[in-house]
């Protein structure tokens, strides 16, 4: 697998656009080839009979990412949850996913159905009133396939990845990208802080007044050893943000 090219700061406005990219970070992060747009599967059909209702093309193309990470035994590397594809239970809502403990659901009010790509939802246990019973918590994102990727980057922490953390003031990360003209490239997806570069991303999040917590990823292949690389790639990590260390 060649290494990692920056991928997604280039996230478009429209629906198919938006999962093209997933699928390519899919493929260039985790090399996982999960196939072409515009596919159904048999799980869609499925999922609709279940809620009674027709899906939105935001909604259609996860269930066939899903199924296609499920296909190529994927899900383990990109995802830690389970399957959803239902109505969230005692609510007008249909669940993306699932969390393995089954206490919380992630998905789409059907009153937004008739959107291409939904707003998205969290759904969790009604603890006042009885924690069988699920209520709509806040919105997580404005799209679903906001939601997706989103989702997808706060897992690498669970994948076969390289991880390393840092903590950096908004002056270091505003150096970032001029330190490295074109070599980092910064995005915002949701309310997801990214800096890409070649072979890594960084994962910025606020951790107090002007100060960020890192979680800095990079692609562990397999034929490398894990010490070895994790070790050259502090040493680039410290390089980007400008620490010297004594």
Wanted: proline content about 7%.
């Amino acid at each position: 697998m060649t290494p990692y090219p920056p991928t997604l700061h280039r996230f478009p406005d429209d629906t198919p656009g938006r999962f093209q990219v997933i699928r390519d970070f899919l493929l260039r992060w985790h090399g996982l080839d999960t196939g072409t747009l515009g596919r159904t599967v048999d799980r869609v059909g499925e999922a609709e009979a279940r809620v009674g209702k027709a899906l939105p093309l935001g909604v259609r193309e996860w269930i066939v990412l899903l199924d296609d990470l499920a296909r190529l035994d994927g899900w383990k590397h990109v995802l830690r949850d389970s399957w959803g594809l239902k109505q969230v239970p005692n609510c007008a809502a249909f669940s993306l996913l699932t969390a393995g403990e089954g206490d919380r659901h992630w998905g789409p009010l059907f009153r937004d159905l008739a959107k291409e790509d939904p707003p998205t939802s969290e759904f969790v246990p009604d603890y006042e009133r009885d924690e069988r019973r699920f209520k709509r918590g806040r919105q997580v994102a404005p799209r679903v396939s906001t939601w997706a990727i989103e989702f997808i980057i706060s897992y690498l922490h669970l994948s076969r990845s390289l991880q390393i953390e840092r903590r950096a003031s908004k002056p270091t990360l505003d150096r970032l990208c001029s330190r490295s003209p074109g070599g980092v490239v910064a995005s915002q997806i949701g309310a997801t802080e990214l800096f890409e570069f070649e072979g890594g991303l960084i994962h910025a999040e606020p951790d107090g007044p002007g100060i960020y917590q890192l979680r800095c990823y990079a692609p562990h292949l397999a034929e490398t050893d894990y010490r070895a690389a994790a070790r050259d790639y502090e040493e680039r990590l410290d390089a980007l943000l400008g620490v010297t260390w004594l």
